[in-house]
């Protein structure tokens, strides 16, 4: 059974950078089938998908973030990460990760997130 | 980007009686080739994430309770409840894969009646 949980900061200042990790364990990161992804829900709103990072490295944002955000991957550690700078308070949100889909044995075959993490709280305040 | 519309925002329907919720993208998610709409609708309860329910606009993943349906294609879809129960008070979501980035509707709350 695949398990993400997520862990950092919970409290990032106005101007600086928040960074958040996704450990997964029950299955490997590097599987090649998978797409590993950020998605933040600020409290009591809708979900937004920040972008996404397969084995490889190749990665794709949200453009409302792009200029502002960068998503690794550790392979040794079987985690992901997530860097957003220059936070305001908009960035104040639960953030999840999750796996999706990318490919099957014919190719490149997008899905659905199945698995998520819980998600962790970031407050942006001074 | 693909904007994603449900309708209503809200929803009281009454136990054992049928939901439904809708969804419309901006532009079709249909992708021809293999003839799959390149959509999900997933379940979230309050201090929980959300759960995939259905992708492909109608495939309900391992686990869902078949009285989830998914139905539409292009660009209206509809997620069904067939007979309510108070295990499903919870806000549905749709969400587009096709292209990034990728896009949620805004939300449906379904209440009890």
């Known amino acids: 059974q695949v398990q993400l949980q997520e862990s950092g900061p919970r409290l990032v200042k106005p101007s600086q950078t928040l960074s958040l990790t996704c450990i997964v364990s029950?299955?490997?990161?590097?599987?090649?089938?998978?797409?590993w992804s950020w998605i933040r829900q600020p409290a009591g709103k809708g979900l937004e998908w920040i972008g996404r990072?397969?084995?490889?490295?190749?990665?794709n944002y949200n453009p409302s973030v792009k200029s502002r955000v960068t998503i690794s991957i550790d392979t040794s550690k079987n985690q992901f990460s997530l860097k957003l700078t220059s936070v305001t308070a908009a960035d104040t949100a639960l953030y999840y990760c999750?796996?999706?889909?990318?490919?099957?044995?014919?190719?490149?075959?997008?899905?659905?997130?199945?698995?998520w993490g819980q998600g962790t709280l970031v407050t942006v305040s001074s | 980007d693909i904007v994603m519309t449900q309708s209503p925002d809200s929803l009281a329907v009454s136990l054992g009686e049928r939901a439904s919720i809708n969804c419309r993208s901006s532009?079709?998610?249909?992708?021809?080739?293999?003839?799959?709409?390149?959509l999900a609708w997933y379940q979230q309860k309050p201090g929980q994430p959300p759960k995939l329910l259905i992708y492909?606009?109608?495939t309900r993943e391992s686990g869902v309770p078949d009285r989830f349906s998914g139905s539409g294609s292009g660009t209206d879809f509809t997620l069904t409840i067939s007979s309510l129960q108070a295990e499903d008070v919870a806000v549905y979501y749709c969400?587009?894969?096709?292209?990034?980035?990728?896009?949620f509707g805004q939300g449906t709350k379904l209440e009890i009646k």
């Open positions: 999750a796996r999706a889909d990318g490919f099957d044995s014919s190719g490149y075959l997008p899905g659905a997130a199945d698995y």
């Open positions: 029950g299955g490997s990161i590097t599987s090649g089938l998978y797409y």
């Open positions: 990072i397969y084995s490889t490295g190749s990665t």
């Open positions: 532009q079709s998610v249909l992708y021809h080739s293999n003839n799959k709409n390149y």
């Open positions: 492909w606009a109608s």
């Open positions: 969400q587009q894969y096709y292209t990034t980035p990728y896009t």
